[in-house]
């Protein structure tokens, strides 16, 4: 009996909050015929928990309390975040997206630096919740986003725009990964982008 309140819970704290994603502006069918999409990452007006900190806020709780439990934890963390935009996240949403791409036969690659290419794709993060692990119960992590077609040379006209709200990040078994988790977010987050989306407008 106590095996099976366990499971309800597990249950519980896995799937309360689902992923929500919904067209704001515009469609995708400019990327038909396209094959390669250039990326871009913006966290510069990133939210975390729900307290809504600022990142920069996020950090500095963060390492003061790693540094409370073990003297220099929160700096060799502050290293470990820093980090995960670039080592992480970014690359799970890519590799994600290719895979997707590939699999769906929408024939186009999405990569960061393709200044050449006519379209850009731009992910912007707009709120974060790392989750958290302890044994066996956890708590996914959450990322929203706001992702935008646009061209290349002319960033500031949208022809496409979704709102993507709490894509869970988790993964089977442990994950005591913050950042690992985060990074989960990403992937699940480029997975609906391109299945629900931009596969079904460039066929």
Do not use: C, H
Not at 37 to 55: A, G, H, I, P, R
Not at 103 to 119: P, R
Not at 181 to 186: P, T
Request: aromatic letters at 10%.
């Amino acid at each position: 009996m106590k095996k099976i309140a366990v499971l309800a819970l597990l249950m519980v704290t896995s799937f309360s909050f689902a992923q929500k994603v919904k067209v704001e502006k515009g469609d995708f069918k400019a990327l038909k015929g396209q094959t390669e999409v250039n990326v871009v990452f913006d966290y510069s007006k990133m939210q975390l928990m729900k307290e809504n900190l600022t990142e920069a806020q996020y950090v500095e709780n963060r390492a003061k309390e790693l540094n409370e439990k073990n003297k220099g934890n929160g700096e060799v963390w502050k290293k470990k975040w820093e980090g995960a935009k670039d080592g992480i996240w970014n690359p799970k949403f890519l590799e994600i997206a290719n895979t997707v791409s590939t699999k769906e036969k929408t024939g186009i690659s999405f990569q960061e630096g393709l200044n050449s290419a006519k379209y850009t794709v731009i992910v912007e993060a707009v709120w974060v919740y790392p989750g958290w692990d302890v044994a066996m119960m956890k708590q996914p992590a959450k990322v929203t986003t706001r992702i935008k077609l646009v061209e290349t040379a002319n960033k500031g006209n949208v022809l496409g725009e979704v709102f993507s709200e709490n894509a869970p990040g988790d993964q089977w078994g442990s994950n005591f990964s913050n950042e690992s988790r985060i990074g989960e977010g990403f992937a699940k987050t480029a997975k609906t982008f391109v299945a629900k989306f931009v596969a079904k407008d460039v066929k």
